[in-house]
């Protein structure tokens, strides 16, 4: 990403404050593994039973969808071109 900005003549990016509260709220949503972690023994994969939410322990806080879709996303996002979500200069 920082190639493409560099290539567009871009020397500054930050996320703006709701692209941060949007993106926490998609990675700490509850999940599916939310309902299996908090049944499972007290161990560092569930921050020892206390799973409460999909950003609690090692296994939580990650982009929903899975790896390959993630990176699939960011193509689609750097194609488009308009880096919406970051404040760019």
Same mark, same amino acid.
């Given at each position: 990403? &920082?190639?493409? $900005?560099?290539?567009?003549? *871009?020397?500054?990016?930050?996320?703006?404050?709701?692209? =941060?509260?949007?993106? &926490?709220?998609?990675?700490? $949503?509850? +999940?599916?593994?939310?309902? *299996?972690?908090?049944?499972?023994?007290?161990?560092?994969? %569930?921050?020892?039973? +206390?799973?409460?939410? %999909?950003?609690? @322990? /090692?296994?939580? @806080?990650? *982009?929903?969808?899975?790896? &390959?879709? /993630?990176? =699939?996303? &960011? $193509?689609?996002?750097?194609?488009? @071109?308009? *880096?919406?979500?970051?404040?760019?200069?």
């Amino acid at each position: 990403m &920082l190639v493409d $900005a560099r290539a567009r003549g *871009y020397t500054s990016l930050e996320p703006t404050r709701q692209a =941060e509260a949007d993106w &926490l709220a998609l990675v700490s $949503a509850p +999940n599916q593994m939310t309902d *299996y972690l908090k049944a499972c023994t007290p161990g560092y994969y %569930n921050a020892e039973g +206390n799973a409460k939410s %999909n950003s609690d @322990g /090692f296994l939580q @806080g990650h *982009y929903p969808e899975g790896g &390959l879709r /993630f990176y =699939e996303m &960011l $193509a689609e996002w750097r194609a488009k @071109g308009d *880096y919406v979500g970051l404040k760019v200069r």
